[in-house]
């Protein structure tokens, strides 16, 4: 074989390694993946902070404290400051920033890191950090060896996480995916497990409508002990926030005009969810004691009609806050006028019955999630953040970013120091907007004098 074949062969060679090489490349855990790009655009923190809405100001927007009418009447004074702020947020020209599990739940861990990816990007978490009832039973976090030795709960260690996090600022809000209670009781009966065994809900079943669970869980059902075990540990952690001062925007049964989990439209009557909304609020407020949450109804978006938005409305006296979840699948601009359309009709709705409104849950869909490179609209945040302050929307929350899964993430991350997600600089922009407000500009305990 001679030299110059030689050669060539072994440079087919190489370009065939590369390529596989290449095809098996991750960029979610390869820091120097070239999908990643350099921060350029610098958080200015300190300008953030100067931005929050002043008490002064706060207290002149803000309802009356004599003109607010909650869910419970025996709400304490950081949830009726809370809402106050919530009521204000909007007339001052401003928007929060929320994150689900965004202090405890990350994309990337990069050395040296928060335990935010917010935080890691914007120097800030962001203002609503949301977590979900599946952290209380082991779906959504694990207990460590020494955690799991010593009896720690999965409801002690989301107290200290939320503790930290409303320590930095940030408004809790708690939305309640549930397992199926059919098949926890059809395991419990091989296993001998009871709703007081830590692991006794652990398994997402959300998805998995069969055995008419919504009527069975009702006083009377054959499930209801069951149900009543699981929000025993969401009562638990609110009594336990409620003793910090620490108020919880409570989103229960939502997305219920959809398909997709056990307690939606097509699965049960809309008799028998809204008893089971109701029964919820009593058996939390009224049972248990729970005096520090404002309760939040949020459908899956879109809607054409008013009648729309309240499909299986389990009526004012059980809500405060009205919200909506919607995803943008195809970045192609159209989801920006079916979200202005949300929010027009939800304006009508939410002044006729008096009640505040908000986006509770959103995000970009491309392939599952934000796409790790190839995003349409890099100014996304932008521009949604513009759509809620125009329409006085208080606070719009993006979806989890969860460990390393290419196609479950919601929001830019950092994956060194000086790199990261492709929108960084974007993201780092949108924080600095003067309308915009993470945990470092959200001040609602003003409101409690």
Same mark, same amino acid.
């Given at each position: 074989m001679n030299k110059k074949k030689f050669l060539s062969m072994a440079i087919a060679g190489a370009l065939m390694v590369s390529a596989a090489t290449a095809a098996y490349a991750n960029p979610v855990t390869d820091a %120097? &993946?070239?999908?990643? /790009?350099?921060?350029? $655009?610098? #958080?200015?923190?300190?300008?953030?902070?100067?931005?929050?809405?002043?008490?002064?100001?706060?207290?002149?927007?803000?309802?009356?404290? %004599? &003109?607010?009418?909650? /869910?419970?009447?025996? $709400?304490? #004074?950081?949830?009726?400051?809370?809402?106050?702020?919530?009521?204000?947020?909007?007339?001052?020209?401003?928007v929060i920033y929320g994150h689900e599990n965004d202090a405890h739940h990350k994309m990337f861990r990069p050395a040296g890191g928060s335990e935010s990816d917010t935080k890691d990007v914007t120097g800030s978490l962001s203002g609503i950090v949301g977590f979900d009832a599946l952290s209380f039973v082991g779906d959504e976090q694990r207990l460590d060896d020494c955690e799991w030795n010593t009896g720690k709960t999965y409801v002690d260690k989301m107290v200290e996480i939320t503790r930290k996090a409303a320590g930095e600022g940030a408004i809790i809000t708690m939305s309640m995916h549930m397992p199926n209670f059919d098949l926890v009781e059809r395991r419990a009966a091989v296993t001998g497990s009871t709703p007081e065994n830590r692991d006794h809900y652990m398994n997402y079943t959300t998805h998995i409508s069969e055995g008419n669970v919504v009527h069975r869980i009702l006083p009377g059902g054959d499930l209801n002990a069951s149900y009543n075990g699981y929000l025993d540990r969401v009562a638990e952690y609110g009594n336990r926030m409620a003793e910090d001062g620490?108020?919880?925007?409570?989103?229960?049964?939502?997305?219920?005009?959809?398909?997709?989990?056990?307690?939606?439209?097509?699965?049960?009557?809309?008799?028998?969810?809204?008893?089971?909304?109701?029964?919820?609020?009593?058996?939390?407020?009224?049972?248990?004691?729970?005096?520090?949450?404002?309760?939040?109804?949020?459908?899956?978006?879109?809607?054409?009609?008013?009648a729309d938005y309240l499909d299986r409305y389990p009526g004012d006296k059980w809500v405060d806050i009205m919200g909506v979840d919607t995803y943008d699948d195809d970045q192609t601009g159209q989801w920006y006028t079916d979200l202005c359309g949300d929010l027009d009709v939800m304006q009508q709705v939410s002044e006729k019955h008096g009640k505040l409104m908000t986006i509770t849950e959103v995000g970009v869909?491309?392939?599952?999630s934000l796409a790790v490179t190839g995003n349409v609209d890099k100014q996304w945040f932008s521009k949604v953040a513009k759509i809620a302050v125009d329409h006085k929307v208080p606070y719009f929350m993006t979806w989890s970013n969860f460990e390393k899964l290419t196609n479950n993430f919601f929001a830019p991350y950092m994956v060194s120091k000086n790199r990261g997600h492709e929108m960084i600089n974007e993201f780092v922009d949108f924080y600095n907007e003067p309308e915009t407000l993470f945990a470092d500009g959200v001040n609602w305990q003003s409101l409690k004098k």
């Open positions: %120097a &993946d070239p999908a990643y /790009v350099e921060l350029t $655009a610098v #958080a200015d923190n300190a300008k953030a902070k100067g931005e929050a809405v002043s008490p002064a100001e706060l207290e002149k927007l803000a309802v009356p404290k %004599a &003109d607010v009418n909650l /869910v419970d009447k025996k $709400a304490d #004074a950081a949830t009726v400051a809370l809402y106050r702020y919530l009521s204000a947020v909007p007339k001052a020209g401003k620490i108020p919880v925007l409570f989103r229960p049964l939502h997305e219920h005009n959809g398909y997709w989990f056990w307690w939606g439209k097509a699965h049960s009557s809309e008799k028998d969810f809204q008893q089971l909304w109701e029964y919820t609020v009593k058996y939390l407020r009224d049972t248990k004691g729970v005096h520090n949450f404002l309760y939040v109804y949020s459908p899956n978006g879109h809607f054409k009609t008013e869909r491309r392939g599952g």
